[in-house]
């Protein structure tokens, strides 16, 4: 896919557009965002449960000991769990922005087919058989694509086939010039092989 209909996206400053399909990718790509967060957040709540837990334990012991809890130890309690919820809070952030930037990359190696098989589609309702190229080794799809692709060759070869035939046959009808009613069949066959020729054509 190095050319227009080829790429991924149109590429006029050269640069690879990653969002082709905006509403698509940014769906699933803030999907996998929050399903990170989620997990990193559940496992930071059960690491500081964790925490708070043996802080208790600890307070239980010293009360049963008759003693309290020197404030040294209280501070580190305290300064222990403020670190777990802070490197919760990072790793949540962290897992969002890179299964983020995982769910761009994802979503545009799908995304990217389905916009090319989209343009290749309105080329094919204007009339016109594009030439296609295979997709990228990195793309998803691609045996939809290869399959598409393959119908497209076909009918376009059964167009070329069709166009030779109508060829031959006017020739076949020369001799007939001059008849009105020969004439006028040959028009409306002449107009369908230019038509199948234009539809055809990929240079």
């Known amino acids: 896919m190095e050319q227009v209909l080829d790429s991924q996206a149109p590429a006029r ?19 996998l965002a929050a399903i990170g967060a989620a997990v990193s957040g559940l496992i930071g709540s059960l690491s500081y449960l964790a925490h708070a ?6 307070e239980s012991a010293f009360a049963r000991s008759g003693a309290a809890v020197p404030e040294e130890v209280k501070l580190q309690l305290s300064a222990a769990g403020a670190t777990v919820l802070y490197l919760a809070a990072g790793a949540a952030v962290l897992s969002a922005i890179l299964l983020g930037l995982f769910g761009v990359l994802l979503t545009h190696r799908v ?19 594009p030439a296609m190229r295979p997709l990228r080794r990195t793309d998803e799809l ?7 692709r393959g119908a497209v ?3 376009r070869q059964r167009e070329v086939e069709e ?21 006028q ?18 240079g």
Request: no cysteine; hydrophobic share 45%; net charge positive.
């Open 142 to 148: 691609r045996d939809l694509f290869d399959g598409f």
């Open 13 to 31: 400053s050269g640069r690879r557009t990653y969002l082709v399909d905006r509403p698509f990718q940014v769906k699933y790509t803030l999907l």
């Open 153 to 155: 060759e076909t009918v």
């Open 185 to 202: 069949a040959m028009a409306a066959l002449r107009a369908m092989r230019d038509r199948k020729r234009a539809a055809t054509d990929q």
């Open 53 to 58: 837990e043996l802080a208790r334990e600890l």
């Open 111 to 129: 995304a990217g087919p389905v916009w090319v098989m989209s343009r290749y589609v309105a080329a094919l309702a204007k009339g016109r058989y």
């Open 163 to 183: 166009a030779d035939q109508l060829e031959r046959a006017l020739s076949a009808l020369g001799p007939l010039s001059g008849n009105p009613d020969a004439d």
